[in-house]
């Protein structure tokens, strides 16, 4: 392959979202999957009216194409059990006014990889949504398990892009199906002094705290040449889906979706609130390896991400350039008539 954006609330955990009108008579939809497996849909609707709930397997299917799992549902709840391991399901809500909001699991739950999410589903500035099944991003795929694997390739992913340095890479290389997908990556290494400079009179968290939020302006400059080949992809439009990621899953593609949703239309405070998602999706251990012994407190910073971080990039951005359209267009490659074109492609 080559070259050629929500509703908020406190449970946007697991997640979400729909695809509908902004005036709508159901809120706070949300897919979360119980430890059996099983899916558990939840929704308000406010006028207290009937909702039709059907299932399909293509996040674009219309309503003909799916199928209708739970009719005249009132009590603003519905469990499908059990749900398919391999596929990944998405559902319709039809209000009994004609209101539509397609929703899913924002986790791709896989046994050898963390962090594995879906995009879309966000609502925009305008009162359109991301489209789900287009972007999906992710910690680094060297563990994938052959159910993984399986579950992966019906996601139809074309074009995977590593964020990680040569070290990371050689150090976690990545095992992917046999699908076809271009893989793509750029070479070069990751400055770490400042992480090792907290780290040179022991470890502390406000050391670590600090160095990542250093970290974070730095990401405008040394990862543009990645940011503007993602973004190169994504205005190519295929039929396929793109999936990004680095060894975490959290910070350099916390940052890359953050512009890619910044792009679509999605108000800052989401891209905020999905930025924070990571601290439910990534864990790191102390067990063994570089991390063993070191104290929790330590751990708890290095594997989550916190508000300030991402505050630090824009923060960058917004003096720098006057905001990320400024950015996009200076040094990423995207200007007014390719946001525009990223509207029309990925949100509905």
Same mark, same amino acid.
């Given at each position: 392959?080559?070259?050629?954006?929500?509703?908020?609330?406190a @449970?946007?955990?697991?997640l979400w979202?729909?695809a509908?009108?902004?005036?709508a008579?159901i809120v706070?939809?949300?897919?979360?999957?119980?430890p059996?497996?099983a899916?558990?849909?939840?929704w308000?609707?406010?006028?207290?009216?009937?909702?039709?709930?059907?299932?399909?397997q293509?996040?674009t299917? $219309?309503? =003909?194409?799916?199928?209708?799992?739970?009719?005249?549902?009132?009590?603003?709840?519905?469990?499908?059990?059990? /749900?398919?391991?391999?596929?990944?399901?998405y559902?319709?809500?039809?209000?009994?006014?004609?209101?539509?909001?397609?929703?899913?699991?924002?986790?791709?739950p896989l046994?050898?990889?963390?962090?594995?999410?879906?995009v879309?589903?966000?609502?925009?500035? =305008?009162?359109?949504?991301?489209?789900?099944?287009?972007?999906y991003r992710?910690?680094?795929?060297?563990?994938?398990?052959? =159910?993984?694997?399986?579950?992966?390739?019906?996601?139809?992913?074309d074009y995977v892009?590593?964020?990680r340095?040569?070290?990371?890479r050689?150090?976690?290389?990545?095992?992917? $199906?046999?699908t076809?997908?271009t893989?793509?990556?750029h070479?070069?290494?990751?400055?770490?002094?400042?992480?090792m400079a907290?780290?040179a009179d022991?470890?502390?968290?406000?050391?670590?705290?600090?160095a990542?939020?250093?970290f974070?302006?730095?990401?405008v400059?040394?990862?543009?040449t990645?940011?503007? /080949?993602?973004?190169?992809?994504?205005?190519?439009?295929d039929?396929?889906?793109?999936l990004?990621?680095c060894?975490?899953?959290?910070?350099?593609?916390?940052v890359?979706?953050a512009l890619?949703?910044?792009?679509?239309?999605?108000?800052?405070e989401?891209?905020i609130?999905?930025?924070?998602?990571?601290?439910q999706?990534h864990r790191m251990s102390?067990?063994?390896?570089?991390?063993?012994?070191?104290?929790?407190e330590v751990?708890e910073v290095l594997?989550?991400?916190e508000r300030?971080y991402?505050?630090?990039?824009?923060?960058?951005?917004?003096?720098?350039?006057?905001?990320v359209?400024?950015?996009l /267009?200076?040094? @990423?490659?995207?200007?007014?008539?390719?946001?525009?074109?990223?509207?029309?492609?990925?949100?509905?």
């Open positions: 392959m080559m070259r050629s954006t929500a509703r908020r609330g @449970l946007i955990s697991a979202l729909f509908g009108t902004a005036q008579a706070n939809a949300q897919a979360s999957r119980g059996d497996g899916l558990a849909l939840t308000t609707e406010t006028n207290g009216a009937a909702v039709d709930v059907y299932m399909g293509d996040p299917a $219309p309503l =003909d194409q799916m199928t209708l799992i739970s009719p005249a549902d009132q009590n603003g709840r519905h469990s499908v059990a059990p /749900a398919s391991p391999e596929a990944r399901h559902f319709l809500l039809q209000s009994t006014d004609g209101t539509r909001y397609r929703l899913a699991e924002r986790l791709v046994a050898g990889a963390m962090n594995f999410r879906d879309g589903g966000y609502e925009t500035e =305008d009162g359109r949504f991301v489209r789900w099944g287009k972007i992710s910690a680094a795929l060297s563990g994938l398990t052959p =159910d993984d694997l399986a579950k992966i390739q019906a996601l139809g992913i892009y590593d964020l340095s040569v070290g990371e050689k150090d976690e290389p990545t095992r992917w $199906p046999q076809g997908a893989l793509v990556s070479d070069y290494e990751l400055d770490i002094s400042a992480f907290a780290f022991g470890p502390s968290a406000d050391k670590v705290r600090a990542m939020t250093a974070y302006p730095a990401v400059d040394s990862h543009k990645q940011f503007r /080949a993602i973004f190169a992809e994504l205005l190519e439009g039929d396929g889906a793109i990004y990621h060894s975490a899953g959290k910070d350099r593609t916390g890359q979706t890619i949703l910044s792009a679509l239309g999605v108000p800052r989401t891209v609130e999905d930025f924070l998602l990571s601290n999706h102390g067990d063994s390896g570089p991390m063993a012994g070191m104290p929790a751990l594997g989550g991400v300030p991402l505050e630090a990039f824009f923060a960058e951005i917004d003096r720098r350039y006057g905001g359209e400024g950015y /267009a200076a040094e @990423l490659e995207v200007d007014a008539a390719d946001i525009q074109r990223l509207r029309a492609l990925y949100t509905e």
